[in-house]
């Protein structure tokens, strides 16, 4: 398996990113994708899952500002962020279960 992140970097208060994961390996339209992340001197925190069928859920921190999505096509997973907060300052990781990626920082600063 191998997950690997992109698009993270420093967006001011209110600003978006797009993150995107490219999955190799293992069988990726069936499998449930995930993103977590992990603030500095956090825990990790589970953030939003895409399932095989396109279903999604959220962290109710996220809810109604990120939007997954999945290309089986391309193996890869995104992670569009919208209006985001300096407490979304986190590493985000890609998941396939207990399975993360090397994860992308993103730091919302002014």
């Known amino acids: 398996v191998q997950l690997v992140e992109s698009g993270g970097g420093l967006v001011q208060p209110g600003g978006s990113l797009r993150l995107s994961c490219a999955a190799s390996?293992?069988?990726?339209?069936?499998?449930?994708m995930s993103w977590a992340r992990q603030a500095p001197g956090k825990g990790l925190e589970w953030v939003s899952a895409?399932?095989?069928?396109?279903?999604?859920n959220y962290a109710d921190s996220v809810k109604g500002r990120f939007t997954i999505s999945r290309d089986n096509a391309k193996n890869t997973v995104n992670l569009q962020m919208n209006s985001l907060k300096p407490e979304d300052t986190a590493v985000y990781y890609c998941?396939?279960?207990?399975?993360r990626g090397q994860g992308t920082q993103v730091t919302v600063s002014s």
């Open positions: 390996g293992f069988t990726f339209s069936p499998s449930t």
């Open positions: 895409i399932y095989s069928d396109g279903t999604t």
């Open positions: 998941a396939l279960g207990a399975t």
